[in-house]
């Protein structure tokens, strides 16, 4: 593996000698490995990529709408006095004949980026402070891709926050039922179907053009910032493969879902599963301190449908990749995706709980 690997990077124009391959990171979708080069500067390092096709089966498309957004927000930010570019932005390494990307012997399509230094992951956000600095960054992610040129973005994986969508998935893969597991997860099924008059609301205000078309990220969530390892403070959105035409309300409900809650979205011991107010109204007033010049009246009124949806939507598409066999995303152990249903179904209902007391406060910025 780690001579395929030194052969793919070798397509990468860095200069110097590759000497460390390491795997990196737990994400959900693609393969990471860091690479550490030497050269005669000192030691550099990168993150190469392996895009899942069987999520992603158009990656040139992926590709071209990666380079297209970097570049957009490169020159956004170049005109920022004292703007760490090499820090805040996602830099792509071409290959040697100037692709953002390569192919392997069995068609894999592979990407390199210049890695990040000084920085960290997070999976939850524990503070306040945290949860409005990572709202704050997200809305301007958003407002940065406001005037993005034409022509319009690829849709990387058509349909991603149709809800109703989700739904008609998951009823397919109820009636299939390929791999026997619809007696171990018939409760949440239920519970699902119970709640799909909520599925449209969205996806009928922007097909009525109440809502506009914005380029977002489509999935939001804090595990997609990298910090400042030493201060905390988000420096770059990263995780840009589904960054597509899509709807801003669906980007705040996916921090709804990932950063109002302490607990892990595998969490096991659902009573640890409970919107934090203060957590919400941080978010929510660092979003809207970043969204709110470019937001239509519209979308700031259903940023809470949002919130239900989206965290909603998670757990049906957890609940459809366990039932067809958990070839979406990736997992450590038996039943993960049907726990991580199960956790995303618990904070939907929390939501709904603190639904009048979350659109007040929302009102009230």
Not at 102 to 118: H, K, M, N, Q, S
Not at 310 to 331: A, H, K, P, S
Request: aromatic share 6%.
């Amino acid at each position: 593996m780690t001579s395929d690997l030194r052969n793919i990077a070798g397509h990468f124009a860095v200069e110097g000698e590759l000497t460390a391959v390491e795997p990196f990171g737990g994400g959900h979708i693609n393969e990471s490995f860091l690479l550490t080069y030497r050269h005669e500067g000192g030691v550099a390092r990168f993150l190469l990529q392996h895009l899942n096709q069987a999520v992603f089966p158009s990656p040139a498309l992926v590709m071209d709408n990666i380079r297209r957004v970097t570049g957009h927000i490169r020159r956004q930010l170049e005109s920022s006095a004292g703007t760490d570019l090499g820090r805040r932005l996602l830099r792509l390494v071409h290959t040697h004949d100037g692709s953002p990307c390569c192919r392997d012997g069995a068609g894999g399509c592979w990407r390199l980026y210049v890695f990040i230094e000084g920085t960290r992951g997070c999976q939850t956000v524990d503070t306040p402070e945290l949860a409005e600095r990572a709202g704050r960054a997200f809305g301007r992610f958003q407002a940065l891709l406001i005037d993005i040129p034409g022509p319009r973005l690829h849709e990387t994986i058509p349909g991603f926050h149709h809800t109703p969508s989700r739904f008609a998935a998951l009823e397919r893969a109820i009636q299939a039922d390929p791999h026997g597991r619809l007696s171990a997860a018939r409760a949440e099924a239920q519970y699902a179907s119970r709640h799909r008059p909520l599925a449209a609301v969205l996806s009928d205000l922007h097909e009525a053009g109440d809502i506009p078309e914005r380029v977002v990220h489509n999935d939001a969530k804090i595990g997609n910032l990298l910090l400042d390892a030493r201060t905390g403070e988000p420096l770059c959105v990263v995780d840009l493969d589904t960054v597509m035409p899509g709807l801003a309300p669906h980007d705040f409900g996916d921090m709804v879902r990932s950063m109002t809650c302490p607990a892990p979205e595998d969490e096991t011991d659902l009573s640890r599963v409970e919107v934090s107010m203060p957590l919400f109204e941080a978010l929510a007033r660092g979003y809207l301190q970043a969204a709110a010049a470019f937001l239509t009246p519209a979308e700031r009124a259903n940023l809470l449908t949002a919130g239900k949806l989206i965290t909603l939507e998670q757990g049906v598409r957890f609940l459809t990749d366990f039932l067809n066999g958990d070839t979406y995303y990736r997992i450590q152990r038996p039943n993960h995706n049907l726990d991580r249903c199960r956790t995303q179904f618990r904070l939907f209902a929390s939501i709904v709980r603190h639904e009048r007391e979350m659109a007040r406060f929302v009102a009230g910025l």
